[in-house]
């Protein structure tokens, strides 16, 4: 075999290795590429309760960009909000969501006409088997919304599209929130059930994966409604299966042994000449 060949042979089959590694689990698994890790931690829903609790920094986080939502209220394009670090953990039962975001003002109060209260909401399918659009969902695929505001707390609703009505609010919230502001930063924690009796909610089994997107109000930037910024679906693993970084790093390990091996296999057939 000549030098040129083994070369090529060689980086064919790192190639192939590579692909495979990076490829074909996430074909096999089906898994998204945007992912919120979920933490189980059965004894600590005392600390996950409470913004700055002890038990969110054993939690992985992620980085999830925004962008304006539509609208057509005026300057709605223009948002101050561009990313919100989130974070899920859940209990036996109950299931925890930190959002964090960057907020130089605390707006925590609506009593004059032109003030609007700073915001967070969390977005989930009523019907979790299924992936409504993003955008509120639709008639046929309704989305479940966990609302906070500095001002009145916690508030559910049931939206189906931007079309005006299509958002319902719901009675007798079943989600607490806690809220903190640090003089730069809010830190929200929405909990609630896994599962609850209650019509028109999202039920959480721990195994299927659930959509989850999110959306944040800047009130001195006088967002309000359908002005804000929000998020693409991003993905609650709560399934079966290892698709976290210490899986992904235990794929790129196969990819590199592979490599190894391809370099040896190539070195022997040089010897071999």
Known sequence: MTAARQS???VAIATLVVASALFVPAIAAGVPANQVPVSSQPDA???LSQPTGDAWADVESAQVPLTSAPSGLP???IVQTDSVTVQSAHTDDR???RLQWDDQTENASEAALDAYADGAAVQLPANVSTTPSVELGSQDQPVNLWYWTAADGAEEALAGGYNPGSITALEETTVQTHATHDGDTWTVVFERSLETDAPARADFDLETDVDIAFAVWDGAN???SGHHAYS??????????DTGPAAQY???AVAGIGI?????IAARARGGD
Do not use: H, K
Not at 232 to 241: A, D, I, K, Q, V
Not at 260 to 264: G, P, S, T
């Open 95 to 97: 299931i925890y969501v």
């Open 260 to 264: 190894v091996i391809a370099l040896l």
């Open 75 to 77: 300057d709605a394009s």
């Open 8 to 10: 090529t042979l060689v």
């Open 45 to 47: 829903g005392d600390s």
């Open 232 to 241: 693409e679906w991003y993905t609650l693993p709560l399934g079966p299966g």
């Open 222 to 224: 006088d967002e309000r």
């Open 250 to 252: 235990l794929l790129w």
